[in-house]
């Protein structure tokens, strides 16, 4: 028996020999792909010129005024090196609580699906319930969408104060149009009172005129009788005195 097993007549490949077998595999005949950068920057400052559509962008449908779906405004401040504006506060409520029940077709596409849920105009998605929704236009694709980063401007010392003196005076007005409520519901509640008082006063009146009508009637019909009565007895003393 061969003592040595294996088939391959030289044990020892040339270096020639092993360089071919790696050709053959195609492991060191693939070169790098490289992008010239700057021939693609032109490019993308062409496409934004010309107001093309970027590719796998998809084409946006009209837009409700919502304060979700508001871009951030042209020249606003952002981060040192960012095109982006800081992170803008929510100034009011979403008013989820008045969709509730409701529906409203903003979608064709998704009315013609039958899909229901929250549908954001800006990132065209539809989103299958309010706590999606909220947690989307959080979210960094929406909000880098509408030109905005994730990070907050940081609070100033004079930033702070305007805060703190926005909220007093959102607090003063709050507190003169409760206050004019007040007075509001107050004066309500006083003129309410006069017309209940006024309307007692003439319902008194109109029992008193009611009353007033009725002995007047009574008083003509005994009247009318005492009349008839004494017709009556005169009619006959005429017939006993006849012969």
């Known amino acids: 028996p061969n003592p040595n097993p294996n088939p391959n007549p030289n044990p020892n490949p040339s270096p020639d020999t092993m360089s071919s077998a790696k050709d053959i595999q195609g492991a060191l005949n693939v070169e790098r792909r490289t992008w010239n950068k700057e021939e693609y920057e032109a490019?993308?400052?062409?496409?934004?010129?010309?107001?093309?559509?970027?590719?796998?962008?998809e084409a946006l449908g009209p837009?409700?005024?919502?304060?979700?779906?508001?871009?951030a405004s042209a020249g606003a401040a952002g981060p040192l090196g960012s095109e982006r504006a800081f992170l803008r506060a929510r100034g009011?409520?979403?008013?989820?609580?008045?969709?509730?029940?409701?529906?409203?077709?903003?979608?064709?596409?998704?009315?013609a699906n039958k899909q229901g849920g929250w549908f954001c105009d800006v990132c065209?998605?539809?989103?299958?319930?309010?706590?999606?929704?909220?947690?989307?236009?959080?979210?960094?694709?929406?909000q880098r969408k509408l030109g905005f980063s994730m990070r907050s401007e940081r609070a100033t010392l004079g930033?702070?104060?305007?805060?703190?003196?926005?909220?007093?005076?959102?607090?003063?007005?709050?507190?003169?149009?409760?206050?004019?409520?007040?007075r509001q519901s107050a004066a309500e509640a006083e003129r309410e009172q006069i017309r209940d008082y006024e309307a007692r006063l003439e319902e008194e009146a109109a029992e008193k005129?009611?009353?007033?009508?009725?002995?007047?009637?009574?008083?003509?019909?005994?009247?009318?009788?005492?009349e008839a009565a004494a017709a009556a007895e005169a009619e006959e003393e005429e017939e006993g005195m006849d012969p």
């Open 43 to 57: 490019r993308a400052k062409e496409r934004i010129e010309n107001g093309e559509q970027e590719e796998g962008d």
């Open 63 to 71: 837009v409700r005024d919502r304060e979700e779906f508001r871009h």
């Open 92 to 111: 009011g409520d979403l008013g989820l609580d008045e969709m509730v029940g409701r529906t409203t077709i903003v979608a064709p596409n998704a009315a």
């Open 124 to 142: 065209q998605c539809m989103l299958r319930d309010s706590v999606s929704y909220v947690d989307h236009i959080n979210g960094r694709k929406h």
């Open 159 to 182: 930033s702070v104060k305007d805060r703190l003196a926005a909220h007093r005076a959102r607090k003063a007005a709050d507190d003169a149009l409760r206050a004019k409520r007040r």
């Open 209 to 226: 005129r009611a009353a007033r009508e009725a002995r007047k009637r009574q008083k003509l019909e005994e009247k009318r009788e005492r």
